[in-house]
């Protein structure tokens, strides 16, 4: 019994700092702005100094494939422009007018955002293995200065200190939370802005940025949907947030999603401006053409962009259930797919092969069929015109919309799932897909 009382004391005394704890961090108010971001070498050493309103206590640690630093940050307002990070290859792409910094040493590119509520991070690629000298913060007239400091290492020494690194960022994340999976009446469908947070996605003409042109069409998608009121939609992200690409399928796996779409939009380093439209990609083994593969590899990059360690991906199951099942999948899916670009000519452009295929991570559900719609191309000056106009989103969302309704008319709720699937495959294969 005194045990019991001392516990229930101890419950009390945790739940009134935890409280004075939250107090303290209102107190403290928004996130320190970050303004200005440079590269230098200096000697033997590369340096990357951000210029932050007020001092904040980070954490360096280095990952491999690809080789980079992490910076790992309380939540820090980069008010920044990512141009300012990008190597020379993606400034060729996103022909800004301004110029990036020119980084050399051991600096090839760097990226900065939100990681998720509370985290900020900056992500290096390094030309070479290096070392981390110091990570450091220290108060300049008017504001402040976070430097990492980074020196030429031998290849063992960095891979070692890589493994460890793998092991630190493992530790900190802890297990994912599982979010309640309130069962719904109505189809549920996840809508997947791609990219977010330290993971800018592609970098295009006139200052557009693919994580915010996606976030913004999926939020003009999502209040249509809703508005109809037939179905449950769940977003993977509604905010500028980095969430890893095998999250975004177990949000969906987990609420039984009956439908999976990913926004995402592209850019092109070389004739940029002669391609031009929307693709709706499927998933599969192998790639419907060249570009689709890289456009699967490009995508799948995303957590590696984000400055995630690589993860074992679980081997698909040989099982003959899962099998049918996800062949089953794959039928809903290219039926979407062939509906989607459909009802999206009527508003906006297709591109000259519309309907491809690849090996998406983000598409993977073996039971929820899933699409990656490409809107276009940010390295297009129309399309840029395009997909960053309210006008244009209203009206290519609202044909989203429409291809979702007529998806969901088709599978008729008192026909057995596989029979409707091979009608579906059928109608498929006959339409000459
Ligand atoms: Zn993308």
Redesign the pocket.
């Known amino acids: 019994m005194r045990s019991l009382l001392a516990a229930k004391a101890w419950q009390w005394i945790a739940l009134a700092l935890a409280a004075l704890g939250a107090a303290a961090a209102h107190a403290q108010g928004a996130p320190p702005i970050a303004i200005a971001a440079r590269s230098e070498i200096v000697g033997r050493e590369t340096r990357l100094a951000f210029t932050l309103q007020s001092c904040v206590s980070g954490e360096a640690y280095l990952l491999q494939n690809p080789s980079r630093a992490i910076v790992d940050l309380p939540e820090v307002n980069f008010q920044i422009d990512p141009a300012v990070g990008e190597s020379e290859a993606q400034h060729k792409r996103s022909r800004r007018r301004r110029h990036a910094e020119p980084k050399a040493g051991l600096i090839e590119s760097f990226r900065f955002g939100r990681l998720a509520p509370g985290k900020s991070r900056i992500v290096v690629d390094l030309t070479g293995p290096a070392a981390i000298v110091s990570l450091n913060c220290a108060p300049i007239p008017g504001a402040a200065e976070l430097t990492l400091v980074l020196a030429p290492s031998t290849d063992a020494a960095f891979k070692a200190a890589a493994r460890a690194g793998a092991k630190r960022q493992q530790a900190a994340e802890g297990p994912a939370p599982a979010p309640p999976a309130a069962p719904s009446e109505k189809p549920v469908i996840v809508i997947d802005p ?2 977010g947070g330290v993971d800018t ?2 970098l295009g003409r006139d200052h557009a940025i ?1 994580k915010f042109v ?1 976030l913004d069409f999926a939020k003009a998608l999502g209040a249509k949907l809703r508005a109809s009121n037939h179905y449950r939609v769940v977003f993977t992200r509604d905010d500028d947030i980095f969430v890893p690409l095998g999250e975004r399928v177990r949000i969906a796996r987990r609420l039984n999603a009956a439908l999976f779409v990913s926004i ?3 850019a092109l380093a070389s004739n940029g401006d002669d391609v031009t439209g929307a693709t709706v990609y499927t998933v599969s083994d192998r790639a419907s053409d060249a570009e689709a593969a890289r456009i699967a590899e ?2 799948n990059m ?1 957590d590696s962009a984000a400055g995630e360690e690589a993860k074992e991906s679980a081997s698909d199951v040989n099982d003959i259930l899962f099998d049918l099942t996800r062949r089953e999948t794959r039928a809903f899916s290219h039926v979407f797919a062939r509906s989607l670009t459909d009802y999206f000519k009527v508003a906006a452009r297709l591109n000259k092969n519309p309907r491809r295929s690849a090996g998406f991570v983000v598409l993977k559900a073996p039971d929820v069929p899933s699409v990656l719609l ?1 809107l276009g191309y940010l390295s297009n000056e129309t399309d840029v015109a395009d997909l960053t106009s309210p006008a244009w989103r209203d009206k290519a969302s609202a044909q989203v919309a429409k291809a979702i309704d007529a998806f969901f008319a088709r599978r008729l709720p008192d026909q057995p799932a596989a029979a409707s699937a091979d009608a579906a495959l059928k109608a498929t294969q006959s339409g000459g897909n």
């Open positions: 791609g990219h996605g592609a693919e996606v995402h939009a592209d490009h995508e995303a490409e």
